[in-house]
């Protein structure tokens, strides 16, 4: 088989210089992280709970009326977390460029950083615990990789630990994949400890090749591990029953076989808007730590508002609200992927238009955070390179494995702070605007 | 001032598998490097020999109709060494390949390669005897930077060491550079303790601005230090005197000033394929090391055949020899850059059509070495993978610093195997064809 393909290689977009960024706040996060690690496991083992829905574990700085600063959570993603291999590398980056401009003062306070080795000992502790040498960990990947180097510093981390790695698509599992009676899952012939789901997150991910009727996910085989890292959530709301298709069945059969998920269908739902938009409702996290009201007290601090579009008496107030004051509001859609959110005066054309359609609780209403803006150059391929005021976004990546009912490994494994510049509204690093960036303490 | 620019990036070719290599004639070409450098060295401090001229450190296994293996030396390049960055990186890839295909026995068996580190140990070296800590490597560059990656392993090796580096076009000296009472080099008002060439080894490097006279370039002031790394030569008589430019004069400002360069005038000259040629003749490599016949013995052994084209007998003898057996000859232009070498019948029309003309003096002749193929893949972007019968060329980087009469350092830091398909009869890794490599000793 002989093929022609030119592929087109880019650096990932990145600030000259790191950005500010108050200690207290960054610890503040830092602690906060094994904390959450906890709530979502708690979270997706409880069925009940999981009706209800939400978003990443990102915060922004909220700089108050008065001046201060605080943190607010803006989402937790239970999925293909990304950046944290391409982030891993931008702390030398940083080191060199400070060198290069003989800020040694500065260079001193970059932070180590490698999330990296971080979720890939996260991995590989699932692999240890399902036991089988010659098993290997498969990445779920898309078929068109435009992120591919950032898995590949999770994927090299495995193979230094003599890790086999496999990359395949929902297709291959489809066309290749089965389970015995044992439930070992094996994809090409090959055993599969571990699946980590890099695609995935989005329903336009589960592309329909035949149509068939959707097949239930809604009561999935319990896994004797599990692991997750914090990044990008889907609703499976979203996804009309008639554009079902074979990557919807190749979710279920990984589901259903014993080899451990990262993450699981459970965790996965547990990283939906919904459910952040539940737990800070007064009493819902003492739900889940009825014994730890400092733990509560800690989650509960980085909590922005966060309001339901829901039809009911609840949902109506939100839209007189947003309707009233749209700046004070950002509309965001009930899945991740950056880029779709709405603000100003676009919120009240759209509120209006769908007031009275279920189609509006596919949205959630946030407290538009106000971050204090710093000055940077965003290094961007084939953009002009020019002084931009810029905000920044802190995210915390969490790995953990529960075997049974023991947390066998509960961490933050690093860091991942993303800077764009204040005249674009939204957008993660994904969505071609916010760019890699590493806090400098002050 | 706000500009767009888009650069696009791609890996550089390699092959998939690492390539045998006779353990014997590694450790050979390896045992001549120093040697080669002391060769070198002394070459460049005799002015009378100067007059005859030569070209890489290269080698390819030529078998010879017994089917027996041996090494023959294609050429020396003494100016603008290339692939010692990138290749200091291949030993990892190769040796990830082998484990992911499992071949765990190979893979013990790739050795550790790293020529950067090498290179820039003697750039270092050269920087400290320069003795100011202000003072700057100049990285000498094209202004069109193809093989930009490679130059930075070997810069970030100096920053490593706190070593300031900057990169500069010749118009960047032309236009910012000057000497002080002292000789000292200032180019944009930072001085430069050591200039390192990776560009003007071609005489298309030297570009006209305006049409200034060649600055003689014949008596160039002997530097207290020199270093020098193998690669790519250039002949300064290809150069006509109506297209002196200001690339000229940047050359002999650096020239002249105190600056280490990597190389002066002298040892690039030594770097051409007439030296080469010249060392070739019974009794020329004897004046250079006449107390150390063993030297001589074994740099000897890695001649190959080198025939002149001077306007002569002994040119026209070359002339008669080609034409009645093409096939056995490679007809090689006096400079370096790859992509330019004349094989089979267009020798023959070539050499017709300059017979008679001075035109032919810019070419050598040399035996045409019969390698062993061996079956790989070559991965180069854009190009279908397919299995090729391959031929591998060996080349070794050596280093050397030498204080007046004392040599500081001098050492083989590394070595470069490139691989091309059997059906490209030429071409460097620069010019597209051959690939980068790893040496299976064997």
């Known amino acids: 088989c002989i093929y022609t393909c030119l592929q087109v290689v880019s650096y990932a977009p990145f600030t000259l210089f790191p950005s500010p960024l108050p200690k207290t706040l960054f610890h503040q996060a830092l602690e906060a992280q094994t904390h959450f690690n906890r709530l979502i496991d708690r979270i997706s083992q409880s069925p009940h709970f999981l009706e209800e829905a939400l978003s990443r574990s990102d915060y922004m700085l909220d700089q108050s009326l008065d001046g201060t600063m605080s943190l607010k959570q803006i989402e937790i993603n239970t999925i293909a977390a990304s950046f944290g291999g391409l982030t891993s590398r931008t702390p030398d980056i940083h080191r060199h460029i400070l060198k290069v401009a003989n800020r040694l003062e500065e260079r001193q306070r970059i932070l180590d950083n490698n999330p990296a080795a971080g979720l890939a000992k996260g991995l590989s502790k699932a692999w240890e615990l399902y036991g089988s040498e010659r098993a290997v960990v498969m990445f779920l990947v898309e078929d068109e990789q435009r992120n591919i180097y950032d898995h590949r510093y999770v994927e090299n981390e495995l193979w230094l630990r003599d890790i086999p790695v496999i990359r395949r698509q929902f297709e291959d599992v489809c066309r290749?994949?089965?389970?015995?009676?044992?439930?070992?899952?094996?994809?090409?012939?090959?055993?599969?400890?571990?699946?980590?789901?890099?695609?995935?997150?989005?329903?336009?991910?589960?592309?329909?090749?035949?149509?068939?009727?959707?097949?239930?996910?809604?009561?999935?085989?319990?896994?004797?591990?599990?692991?997750?890292?914090?990044?990008?959530?889907?609703?499976?709301?979203?996804?009309?029953?008639?554009?079902?298709?074979?990557?919807?069945?190749?979710?279920?059969?990984?589901?259903?076989?014993?080899?451990?998920?990262?993450?699981?269908?459970?965790?996965?739902?547990?990283?939906?808007?919904?459910?952040?938009?539940?737990?800070?409702?007064?009493?819902?996290?003492?739900?889940?730590?009825?014994?730890?009201?400092?733990?509560?007290?800690?989650?509960?601090?980085?909590?922005?508002?966060?309001?339901?579009?829901?039809?009911?008496?609840?949902?109506?107030?939100?839209?007189?609200?947003?309707?009233?004051?749209?700046?004070?509001?950002v509309l965001k859609p009930q899945r991740e992927g950056g880029g779709n959110n709405i603000y100003g005066q676009e919120i009240c054309s759209v509120l209006e238009s769908m007031r009275d359609s279920m189609e509006r609780t596919a949205y959630i209403l946030m407290d538009k955070v106000q971050p204090r803006p710093a000055s940077n150059y965003l290094l961007r391929p084939g953009a002009p390179l020019r002084l931009s005021l810029c905000l920044s976004e802190l995210g915390m990546f969490g790995a953990y494995v529960r075997k049974g009912r023991e947390m066998v490994m509960n961490e933050c494994v690093g860091h991942l702070l993303r800077t764009k510049s204040s005249e674009h509204a939204d957008g993660g690093v994904a969505a071609g605007v916010a760019v890699l960036d590493n806090p400098l303490l002050i």
């Open 176 to 329: 290749t994949g089965s389970l015995d009676q044992n439930k070992r899952l094996f994809v090409g012939g090959q055993e599969v400890a571990v699946v980590y789901y890099r695609n995935g997150y989005m329903p336009q991910n589960y592309k329909s090749e035949q149509n068939t009727p959707l097949t239930s996910v809604s009561k999935p085989h319990k896994p004797p591990t599990f692991l997750c890292s914090f990044v990008a959530a889907v609703t499976f709301g979203d996804v009309n029953a008639s554009i079902a298709s074979q990557s919807w069945e190749a979710r279920l059969l990984m589901e259903r076989s014993c080899a451990v998920k990262c993450p699981d269908i459970s965790t996965h739902l547990a990283g939906t808007k919904k459910v952040q938009q539940e737990l800070a409702r007064p009493g819902v996290l003492e739900r889940f730590f009825p014994d730890e009201p400092e733990t509560t007290a800690r989650l509960r601090a980085t909590f922005t508002g966060l309001y339901t579009l829901d039809m009911g008496e609840e949902g109506e107030r939100t839209v007189d609200m947003a309707l009233a004051a749209p700046d004070r509001y």
